[in-house]
């Protein structure tokens, strides 16, 4: 008990064992429990939210970028243990190098690494997916959580060809991932309920944000973030050659350009302002800026850029129908 609490009992005795205090207050420890009881169950969410978690076993199969980026990404925020997670891969190196790396257990055989596990991560390319889904199909039971990161592979098709009610999570993540500050869409399968998407969300967002969608939408996230690094790249790419072409180094016109595209994705970041207004802020009437911007307006960048992204799209659209 808390000298405060003692001080007002012996008052309150003193005074002929009234419990509320005069003008209504009620007694430090009761208000200090209540804060208590309140705080308790306002991390009570995300404690559960982490022992989904805590009980499960999980398998990757397949350990190229994205399976051992996952990975890292899932043991170094302590997620889950390393005596958690079996990996499987069909060349031995990868097995042998993520066992070295990470300290986890490792197996050539994706059939005896679901029936061992909870959670199965299919993290090989999209063109293998079918053969690995009908090798696992009789071992995968309704009770195993199956995440997808496979690029155009529908929640449906890895339904249909397991042949049973198993809950799919489908995810289309970006590289970024692999240095954790990936961007990540998702969404359910038919069986999948809110705890297995949790369990998803929690897995993608330790290498970066998530954002739920309707399946129907991870065309265009293919379109813009999963194909987007890609864009920007060229933009690095072709503001380095400007700097070059104008007498730059390349060293330097690497260094400033790089630091310019990471301080121009902060201010849009930390100021909270539209990209728009940052724009305008930097773009006096008659200056410079203006002078590049206006050339950019005339030929059409940013109608190019729009439509450039919508064709990303239409392709992805026709690779997930195979
Ligand atoms: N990398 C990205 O930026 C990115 C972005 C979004 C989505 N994704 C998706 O993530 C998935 C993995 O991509 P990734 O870049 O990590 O590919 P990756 O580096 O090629 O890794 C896949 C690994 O799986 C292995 N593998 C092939 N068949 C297998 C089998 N039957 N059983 C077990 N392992 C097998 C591959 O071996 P081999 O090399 O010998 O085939 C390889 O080591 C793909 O479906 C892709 O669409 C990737």
Not at 2 to 23: A, M, S, T, V, Y
Request: net charge positive.
């Amino acid at each position: 008990m808390k000298q405060n609490d003692e001080k007002w009992l012996k008052k309150e005795r003193r005074k002929g064992g009234e419990r509320r205090r005069p003008g209504g207050g009620r007694p430090p420890f009761v208000e200090r429990r209540k804060r208590e009881r309140r705080k308790s169950l306002y991390n009570m969410v995300p404690e559960e939210k982490r022992n989904l978690w805590r009980e499960k076993r999980v398998a990757f199969i397949g350990c190229g970028n994205m399976g051992s980026a996952l990975i890292s990404g899932i043991l170094g925020s302590g997620l889950i243990s390393k005596d958690k997670v079996l990996v499987t891969d069909i060349r031995p190196k990868r097995l042998e190098y993520i066992r070295k790396k990470e300290g986890v257990s490792t197996t050539e055989n994706n059939r005896e690494a679901v029936e061992k596990c909870d959670i199965i991560v299919l993290a090989v390319k999209p063109q293998v997916m079918e053969r690995v889904l009908s090798e696992i199909k009789d071992v995968v039971t309704g009770d195993k959580l199956i995440i997808s990161i496979a690029a155009g592979i529908t929640t449906g098709f890895i339904e249909k060809v397991l042949e049973k009610e198993v809950p799919v999570v489908r995810v289309m993540p970006n590289t970024p991932a692999l240095v954790k500050t990936g961007a990540s869409g998702l969404c359910p399968g038919k069986y999948a309920g809110e705890e297995e998407e949790t369990v998803a969300e929690q897995m993608m967002s330790r290498v970066g944000i998530v954002v739920k969608v309707p399946e129907e939408m991870l065309d265009a996230v293919t379109a813009l973030s999963g194909s987007g690094p890609a864009y920007i790249f060229y933009i690095i790419e072709s503001l380095i050659e400007a700097g070059m072409e104008m007498g730059l180094s390349e060293d330097d016109a690497r260094k400033l350009v790089n630091q310019t595209v990471l301080g121009a994705v902060n201010m849009v970041m930390e100021t909270g302002e539209s990209p728009q207004v940052l724009r305008h802020k930097v773009t006096s009437p008659g200056g410079t800026t203006e002078a590049a911007l206006k050339y950019l307006e005339e030929k059409g960048f940013q109608k190019i850029l729009i439509a450039a992204v919508k064709e990303a799209a239409i392709r992805s659209k026709e690779l997930s129908k195979g």
